[in-house]
């Protein structure tokens, strides 16, 4: 059951977008309330992306309750840049201005710094490797790793040790030293979405050419366990985030979904958001006073 604001759904926050040969999407915003366990509510709508409706606008992520960090290409430029929208005052600020493509931007555990995948150019070469920045952006940044490439998607686990998804053939999951650029492989065919549990532990997606994709859980105080499997995801999504009481939110189609393990047999439905003209939702972000960020076509 859904309790739906009349607020201004075509509110524009800023202008963004990504890489033009990247599919459309465009970023929305909800307060998520929920009421009972089975009963949720979605209100104050916000349509982030209205300044650039058939661009590439994507990976939210939250700085703070006010703060949205994404990646967008606008028209005009050549690459991704990162923007800050301020959700109070309703305004953008550009972050990155390179000739490299900016993505993924993440807040790092010392609460100085965030991190960003650049996308560079050496020769004819394309490198891909995570770095860093100052939250005040008084210097350009370096490196995290010294010399390890590759790195798609990460997510930040504690100040030294940081769980990356290598491209590679095949592509895999892994966890990774700042200090000494050591690689331990955990899991191979995994999805982009990396998750750390409020128990610190990882959860990703595995995926399967020939049966049905698994929401796993890495332990990592055990790393002589091998992966468990947590619930089949949804079909073809790939996509999750997790509430600070365990519970795992995916989208598929137009719909927003929950499962929390304790509870729930299967997933359930708690939304369904075409009435704003939301389909196939990738992404999603939540902050601390959970506003939900969601990616979708």
């Given amino acids: 059951m859904l309790k739906y604001s009349l607020l201004a759904l075509v509110t524009c926050l800023c202008s963004l977008s990504l890489l033009a040969q990247s599919p459309q999407s465009n970023i929305y915003l909800f307060n998520m309330q929920r009421v009972t366990d089975s009963v949720w509510q979605f209100t104050q709508p916000r349509y982030l992306t209205g300044f650039n409706p058939e661009g590439y606008n994507n990976q939210p992520e939250f700085f703070s309750n006010t703060e949205l960090y994404i990646s967008s290409q606008?028209?005009?430029?050549?690459?991704?840049?990162?923007?800050?929208?301020?959700?109070?005052?309703?305004t953008k600020v550009r972050i990155t201005e390179t000739r490299e493509g900016e993505y993924s931007p993440?807040?790092?555990?010392?609460?100085?710094?965030?991190?960003?995948?650049?996308q560079e150019f050496v020769g004819g070469d394309t490198v891909i490797r995570l770095w860093q920045f100052p939250i005040d952006r008084l210097t350009n940044g370096r490196p995290v790793f010294k010399y390890l490439q590759g790195i798609g998607y990460y997510c930040w686990l504690n100040s030294k040790q940081v769980a990356v998804f290598v491209v590679d053939n095949p592509s895999y999951l892994a966890l990774a030293n700042v200090d000494t650029d050591e690689l331990i492989p955990l899991a191979t065919n995994t999805g982009r979405c990396i998750r750390k549990l409020p128990n610190g532990n990882l959860a990703f997606v595995q995926k399967s050419e020939y049966s049905a994709w698994r929401l796993m859980e890495a332990s990592l105080y055990r790393r002589d366990l091998e992966p468990q499997p947590i619930i089949t995801t949804l079909p073809g999504s790939e996509d999750f985030t997790v509430l600070p009481d365990g519970t795992f939110l995916m989208g598929r189609g137009s719909k927003l979904y929950k499962y929390n393990r304790f509870r729930d047999s299967d997933w359930v439905e708690i939304a369904d958001l075409r009435f704003y003209n939301i389909n196939n939702i990738s992404r999603?972000?939540?902050?601390?006073?959970?506003?939900?960020?969601?990616?979708a076509d």
């Fill in 74 to 90: 606008l028209p005009s430029q050549a690459q991704p840049e990162l923007y800050l929208l301020n959700l109070d005052d309703y």
């Fill in 106 to 118: 993440a807040r790092m555990p010392d609460y100085y710094s965030f991190s960003a995948i650049r």
């Fill in 284 to 295: 999603l972000a939540v902050s601390q006073d959970w506003k939900i960020a969601i990616v």
